[in-house]
């Protein structure tokens, strides 16, 4: 049996929780409810749970100060937000779960079965240390990244990510000191979660960092020559776009 706690201010979200946990309640126990940040630590360090529904904005707190003042993190974490623009981005960059308020059965359903595939709680410590530096870095090429692989997560500055090829379901990751990753996602997934300000698709098959444009080759689309000494197509109907991006 797995034992879990919940972490948050709010009584209907609190009850929206526990009602969801109800269908795994042969496999999950929830051991606790607590309503403020130090009440909360004062509980994980008791009960040593497995994981820990914690929501982001408790009183005058947050679920981060929470976790600061742990001297191990040795669980899985789902955050709750009822912001949606709360942080969002560093949470994508790390890969780590987080519920937006009003939850939903499909949402939280996906967030327990992932949990329930049991990451290693070292992973999970790494995935909190690239949401914490994210969340105090305010540059933008100095914010880090969760890359999904066959063998787990490898952790790399979004700034050094050159270019990325779509292989179908996978990607291909060309980084600035020529190493290359094979990430279990699709383009598409780092299309949506890479900043618009540094990359952009120029062909359905490739996303490029425009910071490592070397040239552009004039052509019905033309062709961009990027540092690595890769030329790539770019696409007649993504050429303007990428054109006045470029050109900024």
Do not use: W
């Not at 201010?9 to 009602?19: G, L, N, S, T």
């Not at 607590?34 to 929501?55: C, H, M, N, R, S």
Request: with cysteine; net charge neutral.
């Amino acid at each position: 049996m797995l034992k879990a706690l919940l972490i948050d201010d709010e009584a209907h979200c609190a009850e929206r929780i526990k009602k969801l946990l109800v269908p795994y309640e042969s496999t999950i126990q929830l051991l606790g409810t607590y309503t403020t940040v130090d009440d909360g630590i004062k509980a994980i360090e008791a009960v040593q749970p497995d994981v820990v529904f914690l929501d982001i904005q408790i009183h005058d707190q947050t679920g981060f100060d929470l976790l600061d003042k742990l001297a191990t993190i040795p669980f899985e974490v789902i955050f709750t937000t009822a912001h949606n623009n709360y942080a969002i981005d560093a949470f994508k960059y790390s890969a780590l779960d987080y519920l937006l308020k009003p939850i939903t059965k499909i949402d939280f359903d996906a967030a327990v079965l992932k949990f329930q595939k049991k990451n290693s709680l070292e992973e999970t410590t790494n995935k909190l240390k690239v949401l914490f530096h994210n969340l105090s870095t305010q540059t933008e090429g100095l914010k880090k990244m969760a890359i999904p692989t066959l063998d787990g997560f490898v952790f790399v500055a979004i700034s050094e990510i050159i270019r990325c090829e779509s292989d179908g379901n996978y990607t291909h990751i060309t980084l600035k000191n020529g190493e290359h990753l094979t990430a279990s996602k699709t383009l598409k997934h780092f299309e949506d979660v890479l900043p618009t300000l540094n990359f952009f698709r120029i062909h359905k098959s490739h996303l490029i960092n425009l910071n490592y444009v070397e040239k552009y080759l004039k052509g019905k689309g033309g062709y961009v020559q990027m540092n690595d000494g890769k030329n790539i197509e770019v696409a007649v109907r993504r050429k303007e776009g990428f054109l006045q991006k470029l050109l900024k």
